[in-house]
């Protein structure tokens, strides 16, 4: 990963939700400025935490002349409860950009913004790469971030600022939430309890989180500029990464494959292109194995500690 020198401060926005805590770790040793919403968090050596609600009215111009930072790592965004076709996800368009406004204003060098993966249109052959697939959102929060990215470019370059994209795929590893795939096979077989699953046949590019925040950070310092995939770069059936989970775990027998229905539509296989990415040195350390091993762990302590509180 390149260094951030002793001259740098990171503003990091969303950093308790999935992808912030996981980038948090992979910028120890470096300033941070850290924002939250709700309880404050724990402390952690480096971090300031501070509280800002950045869809409050002059929320960000307050929060970037505070922090005096300059990077910038942007991850908050609305992806509560049905967040796929909430209409919040266009108010974080202009809450977006009223954060780039504001870091520019107070001195801001370098962002990174998370996009995702499914600003690409997903009945394109695989492998996805940057600037060749068509983007084709289908929902109202790929549709944000891809207008969001659109603009993004233009607008770093008309405030003098320097921007990466980055574009995740499918990401697995501690603290998900338990709704999403892999964390939900894993607690339901941890709890001796029916895994209900689809058939998955379908094909996907699966990546741990602390490796997706390896690779955020290393873009954050770098000069790469414009969209970046961050994947495996390979692409498994759905089907063999919850098999994999009842193998480790012991209890296979629990898992029902085509207990539930197939989305409408589902993509048969979503794969990175992730040549731009090795191209700055990363790789990732986790393999598929390694990675479902790392996460049950962190779940099975998690279930017991919740046992013994």
Not at 14 to 20: D, E, K, L, V
Not at 30 to 51: C, I, M
Not at 107 to 117: D, P
Request: contains cysteine.
């Amino acid at each position: 990963m390149t260094a951030a020198s002793s001259s740098h401060r990171v503003l990091v926005t969303g950093a308790t939700g999935f992808i912030g805590r996981a980038c948090l770790q992979a910028l120890a040793g470096t300033p941070v400025t850290a924002t939250y919403r709700g309880a404050r968090p724990d402390d952690l050596p480096g971090v300031d935490w501070v509280q800002a609600d950045l869809s409050a009215p002059g929320a960000a111009a307050a929060l970037c002349a505070e922090a005096r930072a300059t990077h910038l790592l942007a991850l908050a965004w609305e992806v509560g409860p049905g967040y796929q076709t909430s209409v919040e996800n266009y108010r974080w368009i202009q809450y977006s950009i009223d954060l780039l406004l504001a870091f520019a204003e107070a001195g801001g060098q370098r962002v990174a913004f998370a996009g995702t993966c499914m600003e690409y249109d997903w009945t394109a052959p695989p492998p996805f790469k940057e600037g060749v697939t068509p983007l084709g959102p289908s929902t109202d929060y790929s549709a944000a971030k891809t207008s969001l990215f659109q603009a993004f470019g233009p607008l770093c370059a008309r405030l003098g600022m320097t921007g990466v994209w980055a574009r995740p795929f499918f990401l697995f590893g501690p603290g998900e939430n338990p709704k999403r795939l892999a964390a939900d096979v894993i607690v339901s077989l941890l709890e001796k309890r029916d895994a209900l699953c689809g058939e998955g046949t379908q094909k996907r590019d699966f990546l741990h989180v602390a490796d997706l925040a390896d690779a955020m950070i290393r873009l954050l310092f770098s000069k790469a500029e414009g969209p970046v995939n961050i994947g495996s770069g390979e692409a498994i059936p759905i089907a063999d990464v919850i098999n994999e989970i009842g193998r480790q775990i012991g209890r296979s027998d629990l898992i029902r494959l085509g207990a539930r229905a197939p989305q409408p539509g589902d993509a048969d296989c979503v794969q990175a292109d992730i040549s731009r990415l090795r191209s700055l040195g990363w790789a990732p350390k986790f393999t598929l194995e390694t990675g479902l091993a790392d996460t049950i762990a962190w779940w099975r302590a998690e279930l017991e500690r919740k046992t013994v509180t």
